[in-house]
């Protein structure tokens, strides 16, 4: 797959199955009375999952299906707030401490996006909204706006227009606005 900073490899053969072992209730239990705070924030559910587990006739939850439980937390703790950077670097192959890879820690930085969130805020530009989050936030500020579908791009750029924004306050990219530090506060 090409990555828009690099290729990058994904191998997904046979994912679900090598994944498909059901996570012991013994084990899950144990981990989820741990003295350690972080270990038991991982299992925290696992008590009240049991119960769950019982009314879904036997089924038991396999790491695939905790995966994405643990994903879709943390999408909807994500979404609930606006990010600007978050991202997992390893900074070295051999997982030890206090080791550090300058070359594969820029290799993950350059792949992540995060090299180009920073270009771009040095342009001056760090705020972003997707057209269609930036139509659905500012179109009450238009009352002009033709009703009907309109693409979201045009009607991103009909409210830019119709707020007699200085053009430098503001870019148009492929699929956001990107606006100069402090503007969209300032709507």
């Known amino acids: 797959m090409t990555h ?5 490899e994904y191998n997904t053969e046979e994912w679900l199955s090598k ?6 209730d013994n ?4 981990l989820a009375n741990s003295t350690d705070p972080h270990i038991a924030s991982l299992f925290e559910d696992a008590n009240s999952n049991r ?11 396999t790491v ?12 909807t703790q994500l979404n609930s707030t606006q990010p600007h950077f978050v991202r997992c670097i390893i900074p070295n192959e051999k997982k030890q ?21 920073i270009r771009i805020a040095r342009t001056g530009f760090p705020n972003r909204l997707t057209f269609m ?10 009352p002009g706006l033709p009703t009907g579908f309109i693409e979201s791009r ?5 409210i830019l227009s119709s707020l007699d924004l200085d053009r430098s306050m503001y870019q148009m990219g492929r699929t956001k606005v990107f606006f100069r530090a402090g503007l969209v506060n300032d709507f």
């Open 133 to 142: 989050e930036f139509r659905q936030r500012y179109e009450l500020l238009t």
């Open 64 to 75: 695939a299906q905790r995966h994405k439980e643990q994903l879709n937390s943390l999408m």
């Open 97 to 117: 401490p206090r080791v550090f890879s300058g070359p594969l820690v820029l290799d993950q930085l350059r792949c992540n996006g995060v090299l180009e969130g």
């Open 19 to 24: 994944n498909k072992d059901p996570l012991n």
């Open 4 to 8: 828009y900073a690099a290729d990058v």
């Open 51 to 61: 119960s769950k587990q019982r009314v879904k006739k036997g089924i038991f939850r």
């Open 154 to 158: 045009n009607a991103a750029q009909m």
């Open 27 to 30: 084990l899950t239990g144990l």
